[in-house]
C-alpha cells in the first residue's frame, strides 16, 4: 500500500505531562479508506502500551478498567496521532472511553482557555448524560470542566455553565444548534468533534443540526466518528466532513453477541401477561428490562406488574426529562429490579447489571432487537433475552434471526403454548419457507417452529 504523505497534524501538549504525543515526520502507513480489520488472533496490548499519561493510567485503574477493549486499543493511539477515525463498534463496546481519553490526554486547562475544546455530539439526552458522567469519571485527578447540553433540561444552568468556561461540552444536536444560534456556544477553540451513534443521529433526522454544528467548527479540528453500521448516509457525511479517515471495523461479523443467550417463546394475546408473571418469578431477574412497542402499552403493563414487584419502574417517550433520569439512576443505584420501557430506552443507555432483557412485545424492526437486546451481555458479561412471538409474528422472528444469522433457542412453560393451528399464520410460514436458503443450514431446522 502507497504511504500518502504526511499530513499536516496537530501537535497537542497534554496538560498534565507535557507529552507531545506527535511529531511532524511521522508518516502514516494507512491510506484514506484502508479498513483496520478486527483481528481474532492479535495480542490486545494493555493501558500501559498506549502511552498515556501517569493521571490518565490511575484514573482507568481507579474506574476499575484493566485492559482495553479492542475498540480503545485500536482507536485510541490514532487520536492520539490527530487521526480522523471512524470506528464502527456499537455500544457496550467502551466506545466512550475510546474517544473520551484522547480527549481528556490533549485537553488545555481551564485557566488558559474557557471555551470548549471538544464537542460530543450524542443522539438521545440519556446518552448524553450517560456520556457526560463517564468523561468526568475519567477525568479524576484533574479538574475538568464538562457541560452536558442536552434537551429537556434546564437551559438558563446550561448557560451558566458555559460562561462559567467549559472545556468539553456533550450534547444532543437539537440543543447544541440551539446554543451555537444563541451565541452561548463558541467553537473557535474546538480542535475535536465527536459524532457518536452517527447512524441513529441521521436515523432521527438529525443531519441538518450535525452539518451546522460541523460547519461552525475550524476545518483543522479532528472529527471521530463512531457508529454501528456504516450505511451510505453516514459515509456522505464522512465524505464531506472528514478528512482521510482511518476506519476501524470493530462490530463482531455476528451483529448480536455472542455472550447473549437467546431465545423465544410463542404465546397468544391473552396469554402474555401470564406467561411473563410465570417467566419473571422462574428467572428471578437481578435488573430485568422488559420492552413494549407503544406508551399505553407501557404504562398498562407497568401498572400491573407494581402490584407485584414494589421495585418496578417504567420510562417511555412522554414523561418528563427529569422523571425518566430520575428512573434510570434508580436503575443504576440498583433500586428498581425491573424497568418496563419502550424503544427509548434501547439505545445507547449503558447500565451493566441488566441480566435480563424481554421483549414483551416484538420489535418494530431487526435494528431494534439487536439494540435492546445489546441493553444486555455490556463488556462481555452473560446476558440472557426473551422474546414474546404471537400468532402472526413467525415472520418478524425469521427477520430477527436472519439478520443476526442465529437462531433463537424455543422455550416454554406447560399450558401456555398457543394451540398448534395458529401457531404460526399463513403469511409468516410461507416467509419461513422462503427465507430458509438464505440462512446457513448448519443453524436452522426450518420445521422446528411447526406442530
Ligand atoms: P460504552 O460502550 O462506552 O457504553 O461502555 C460500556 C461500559 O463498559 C461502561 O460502563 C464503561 O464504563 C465500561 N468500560 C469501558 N471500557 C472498559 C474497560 N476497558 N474495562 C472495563 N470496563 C470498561
Known amino acids: 500500500m502507497p504511504i500518502p504523505p504526511a499530513k499536516h497534524c496537530r501537535i497537542r501538549k497534554n496538560s498534565y505531562n507535557s507529552r ?94 474557557r471555551d470548549p475544546q471538544a464537542i460530543i455530539i450524542v443522539p438521545t439526552r440519556e446518552l448524553a448524560d450517560q456520556v457526560g458522567r463517564e468523561t468526568q469519571m475519567l477525568a479524576r485527578g484533574v479538574p475538568t470542566e464538562v457541560a452536558v447540553l442536552a434537551g429537556g433540561k434546564d437551559i438558563k444552568r446550561q448557560l451558566r455553565q458555559l460562561e462559567n468556561g467549559v472545556q468539553i461540552v456533550v450534547g444532543t444536536p437539537g440543543r447544541l444548534h440551539d446554543h451555537l ?23 432521527i433526522g438529525f443531519r441538518p443540526q450535525i452539518e451546522r454544528i460541523l460547519r461552525k467548527c475550524s476545518k483543522d479540528r479532528q472529527t471521530l466518528l463512531l457508529s454501528a453500521t456504516l450505511p451510505p448516509t453516514v459515509r456522505r457525511l464522512a465524505e464531506t466532513y472528514m478528512q ?9 461479523k455476528d451483529i448480536a453477541v455472542d455472550t447473549i443467550e437467546q431465545r423465544y417463546f ?13 417467566l419473571l418469578e422462574r428467572e428471578n431477574p437481578k435488573q430485568a ?28 417517550g412522554d414523561l418528563a426529562q427529569r422523571e425518566r433520569d430520575r428512573v434510570l439512576q434508580q436503575l443504576r443505584d440498583d433500586k428498581l429490579q425491573i424497568l418496563v420501557a419502550t424503544d427509548v430506552v434501547g439505545r445507547g443507555i449503558d447500565i451493566s447489571t441488566i441480566s435480563h432483557i424481554i421483549n414483551y412485545d416484538m420489535p418494530q424492526d431487526c435494528d431494534d432487537y439487536v439494540h435492546r ?79
Open 181 to 203: 444560534q444563541r451565541r452561548s456556544l463558541r467553537t473557535d477553540k474546538v480542535w475535536c468533534v465527536v459524532l457518536d451513534e452517527a447512524d441513529r443521529m441521521l436515523d
Open 289 to 316: 428490562i422488559i420492552f413494549c412497542r407503544t406508551k399505553r402499552g407501557t404504562d398498562r403493563l407497568y401498572r400491573q406488574l407494581s402490584r407485584t414487584y414494589p421495585a418496578c419502574g417504567s420510562m417511555h
Open 266 to 278: 410463542t404465546v397468544s394475546h391473552d396469554k402474555k401477561l401470564e406467561l411473563l408473571e410465570r
Open 373 to 451: 437486546v445489546g441493553r444486555t451481555g455490556r463488556m462481555g458479561r452473560d446476558g440472557i433475552a426473551f422474546t414474546f412471538v404471537v400468532p402472526g409474528e413467525g415472520d418478524s422472528l425469521t427477520s430477527i434471526e436472519q439478520r443476526i444469522n442465529k437462531q433463537l433457542k424455543r422455550d416454554h412453560f406447560e399450558g401456555l403454548d398457543p394451540p398448534a393451528a395458529v401457531q404460526l399464520a399463513p403469511k409468516a410460514e410461507e416467509t419461513v419457507k422462503k427465507a430458509a436458503p438464505k440462512l446457513n443450514p448448519m443453524h436452522r431446522k426450518v420445521t422446528r417452529r411447526r406442530r
Open 20 to 113: 507531545v504525543v506527535q511529531n511532524e515526520d511521522t508518516r502514516y502507513t494507512h491510506a484514506m479508506n484502508y479498513v483496520v480489520q478486527k483481528s481474532e488472533t492479535a495480542e490486545i496490548p494493555g493501558f500501559d502500551d498506549l502511552d498515556l499519561s501517569p493521571v490518565m493510567r490511575r484514573a482507568l485503574k481507579h474506574a476499575g478498567f484493566e485492559k482495553p477493549s479492542p475498540i480503545q486499543a485500536q482507536l485510541i493511539p490514532l487520536a492520539l496521532e490527530g487521526e480522523d477515525v471512524i470506528g464502527q463498534a456499537r455500544t457496550g463496546t467502551g466506545k466512550t472511553a475510546a474517544f473520551a481519553i484522547p480527549i481528556l490526554e490533549q485537553l488545555d486547562p481551564l485557566e488558559e482557555c
Open 244 to 252: 482521510e479517515p482511518v476506519v476501524i471495523d470493530c462490530c463482531d
